[in-house]
């Protein structure tokens, strides 16, 4: 199993970024994918959630309005899609593939985002 996470950088306030997760290992449609972040000398934080097939979405308060999580189950590829950002979205994301029965839980190694100017 393997989640390969792409796209991060540095930016300025109120810049764009895609961040894009790669997997390979799994049947990528049956599972829930989710983004997470770190920032620095803080625990990691749920970003948003979206369902196997793609029908449903959910998004921590603070990103409601300008992430966008979105996936392509042909290409077993998830993305976030970031507007608007702020110092305070700075940290490492992590990409998430979850699965209730049977129990499967995998993270990617995360990229780095900085919003800085």
């Known amino acids: 199993v393997q989640l390969v996470e792409s796209g991060g950088g540095l930016v300025q306030p109120g810049g764009s970024l895609r961040l894009s997760c790669a997997a390979s290992?799994?049947?990528?449609?049956?599972?829930?994918m989710s983004w997470y972040r770190q920032a620095p000398g803080k625990e990691r934080e749920l970003v948003a959630t979206i369902t196997g097939a793609g029908g449903s979405t959910n998004y921590a308060e603070s990103m409601k309005g300008r992430f966008t999580i979105s996936r392509d189950n042909a290409k077993n590829t998830l993305y976030l899609q970031m507007t608007s950002l702020k110092s305070e979205d700075t940290g490492v994301y992590y990409c998430?593939?979850?699965?209730?029965?049977?129990?499967?839980?995998?993270w990617g190694q995360g990229t780095q985002v900085t919003v800085s100017s």
């Open positions: 290992g799994f049947t990528f449609s049956r599972f829930g």
């Open positions: 998430n593939a979850r699965r209730s029965w049977p129990a499967s839980n995998y």
